[in-house]
């Protein structure tokens, strides 16, 4: 249940300590939701919007990294609304970059042309890892500028931000 790190399926908050995980009617943690979520097998508020969670997740990314609200908004709507509890279904994430695998065309290919069920297509291709040498500070570095511009927000920010993140993916846990 503890050994790496996963996101609530509700709001995306990475868990890894038996702490976080909710629990089931029957008092065993949950595997997909996190402790502020899900409750005793039910979630702690039904009638929360994915606009209200993204409010609250959107507020709280404003001010760690310093994305100005409205950004931050979005960009947790448009992350949230990958998770099970918003999209019915659990959309995996490359185990690389974390780009949702929410279609066909945004999956990777294995040596024998079928579809990664692990890494996007920008990651991987024929089988093997596009940028093999990388390292997670070298991701930090190429991907950290292009969310900097995107969400308006200071590098040294999005450099934080994008080191949380991809230390919660399988290609970069040590």
Do not use: H
Not at 102 to 124: F, I, P, V, W
């Amino acid at each position: 249940m503890t050994d790496g790190i996963r996101a609530c399926q509700s709001c995306g908050m990475p868990m890894s300590a038996k702490e976080q995980f909710g629990t089931e009617a029957d008092g065993t943690p949950s595997k997909d939701y996190c402790t502020y979520c899900y409750r005793d097998g039910a979630f702690t508020n039904p009638a929360i919007t994915i606009d209200e969670m993204a409010k609250l997740g959107g507020g709280m990314m404003s001010q760690m990294y310093m994305i100005p609200l409205e950004k931050a908004v979005a960009f947790a709507k448009e992350q949230l609304s990958c998770l099970k509890r918003w999209a019915g279904r659990e959309i995996p994430l490359c185990e690389s970059c974390g780009m949702p695998l929410a279609r066909d065309e945004d999956a990777g290919t294995e040596a024998d042309g079928s579809l990664s069920t692990r890494y996007c297509t920008y990651c991987y291709r024929d089988g093997g890892l596009i940028e093999p040498d990388l390292t997670r500070e070298g991701a930090v570095e190429q991907y950290a500028p292009m969310m900097a511009e995107n969400l308006g927000m200071p590098v040294e920010k999005a450099k934080e931000m994008v080191g949380q993140y991809l230390s919660t993916l399988p290609r970069w846990q040590e």
